[in-house]
């Protein structure tokens, strides 16, 4: 055994601390580039407080591997989240272990194949209609465009709403202003922040939810919440009805920012690597007449490699709390039971251990000649793993090629003007002038 020298966490190095605060700003700005400097200056395992608390981080593809797959069940995901715990309790992250795995196990029939054919069908039209309304040659800002449009079609897909529902807007804005309180600064529902608005928001959409759920039940549609409504296990178990209504919030919230994020990224890619636009739009062009189906989707290999560099380079998750609910030991130190501990796929995604130059934009890297995603199972986790990996990750990358399908068969996109683009990292990653972009109309490929 490897003698420990660490027995406790001050012998873990950190960057230096500004009075009162900690890291807690510098967090809020740019959690990787705090983690990224870190790990540069003091190696794979160091600390950063944040309100008051240390964290620790275990740099490295191995240490990610310990502590997503956590084969010792050694860390809480529920009490790593804790930002989450007002607006998002009994969402499937916030379970640990066997409560955990029951509930996973349950929805996982609102995410079985033929359901997902469904939701794709949904997700086609929808997003053809919707893009209808984007304007061609005038510049607009895509990422509020595209977090409007997922949000939208949440309602249609996720809520079974029609698009032109006066429903779907009012449920769209309070969980905007949900999702907006998971990250206040202010974490207790004074009148007027945030955290209040966003309380009251969570209050407003559990009734909505829950009158949805008689209706469902007597009619169920091809949309998740219907899906969920009846989702059992193999055994017959199934959520009551406030389960049901907490885990369908966290979905909405989980699904939503991630997608517009990344679909941000992949518009950025295509406008900046018009090479790659190109290749994107061949495929589209050979698509056979038709509704989408596993072929078609699977024949869209460039759209596959853009959007798993995007993921790379800006993922919409980059670090994942966990909190140790035993000692455990990590190379030579010794970590004792209720400290929370980051993993960093963000920083695992930029290390040259895996990835060559891995801050330019290279798709091919993970083509089939150099597969450098291959050089560790935790090399490439954009969507986590082990038990908490995302659940959505299939539907992610259909929503993702079935809107480059429906764009890209009659625009091309470009950045509407020079200025470099800076990317926020928190409370998403995003654009910080919203990415101005144009669409132009495209010649048609000539009719064989
Ligand atoms: C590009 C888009 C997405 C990214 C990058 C992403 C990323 C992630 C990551 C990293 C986790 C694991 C967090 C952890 O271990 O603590 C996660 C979990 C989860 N995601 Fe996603 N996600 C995306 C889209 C979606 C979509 C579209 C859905 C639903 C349709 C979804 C539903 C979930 C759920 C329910 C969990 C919790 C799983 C569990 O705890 O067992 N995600 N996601």
């Given amino acids: ?53 240390w964290r620790v981080s275990l740099g490295g593809a191995d240490a990610l591997e310990f502590i997503l797959g956590d084969t010792q069940k050694l860390f809480s995901s529920h009490d790593g989240w804790d930002m989450l715990h007002t607006l998002f309790p009994g969402g499937l992250m916030l379970r640990d272990f066997d409560d955990h795995r029951a509930h996973r196990r349950i929805m996982q029939a609102a995410f079985r194949k033929p359901v997902l054919d469904a939701y794709r069908a949904r997700l086609e039209e929808a997003t053809e209609i919707l893009l209808e309304d984007w304007e061609t040659d005038s510049p607009f800002k895509f990422f509020p465009a595209i977090k409007d449009m997922t949000l939208r079609m949440g309602a249609a897909v996720f809520m079974g709403l029609d698009l032109d529902d006066p429903r779907a807007e009012q449920l769209s804005s309070a969980f905007r202003a949900e999702v907006a309180a998971a990250t206040a600064v202010i974490r207790k529902p004074v009148p007027f922040t945030k955290m209040a608005r966003g309380m009251a928001a969570r209050v407003m959409l559990t009734q909505q939810f829950s009158m949805m759920i008689p209706e469902r039940r007597d009619n169920p549609g091809d949309d998740f919440f219907s899906q969920m409504v009846l989702a059992a296990d193999e055994d017959g178990n199934s959520w009551t009805a406030e389960e049901l209504v907490d885990h369908f919030n966290f979905l909405m919230m989980a699904a939503h920012d991630t997608t ?27 698509l056979p007449v038709g509704p989408m189906d596993d072929a078609r989707l699977a024949s869209m290999q460039a759209a596959d490699l853009v959007f798993k560099e995007c993921l790379r380079l800006l993922p919409p998750v980059p670090l994942i709390p966990r909190r140790a609910v035993r000692d455990f030991q990590w190379g030579n130190h010794i970590i004792p039971a209720g400290t929370w501990v980051s993993a960093t796929p963000g920083t695992v995604m930029m290390s040259p251990e895996h990835w060559t130059n891995p801050q330019e934009f290279d798709p091919d890297r993970f083509g089939p000649e150099r597969e450098e995603d291959r050089s560790h199972k935790y090399a490439w986790a954009p969507f986590g793993g082990g038990a908490h990996k995302c659940i959505g990750l299939h539907f992610a990358t259909m929503q993702v090629k079935l809107f480059l399908a429906a764009l890209l068969k009659s625009h091309r996109i470009e950045l509407a003007d020079d200025t470099p683009v800076d990317w926020a990292r928190v409370p998403i990653p995003q654009p910080k002038g919203g990415l101005p972009v144009v669409l132009r109309k495209r010649a048609q490929p000539s009719s064989p």
Avoid: C, F
């Fill in 1 to 53: 055994m490897t003698q420990a020298t660490a027995l406790n966490l001050d012998d873990i190095p950190h960057p230096p601390l500004t009075p009162l605060v900690g890291h807690t700003l510098d967090l809020l700005r740019d959690p990787l580039g705090l983690h990224m400097g870190a790990a540069a200056t003091y190696g794979p395992v160091y600390k950063v407080k944040v309100l008051g608390q």
């Fill in 260 to 286: 517009a994020s990344a679909l941000t990224k992949v518009a950025w890619a295509l406008a900046t690597y018009p090479e790659w636009q190109d290749k994107i739009i061949a495929e589209v062009d050979a």
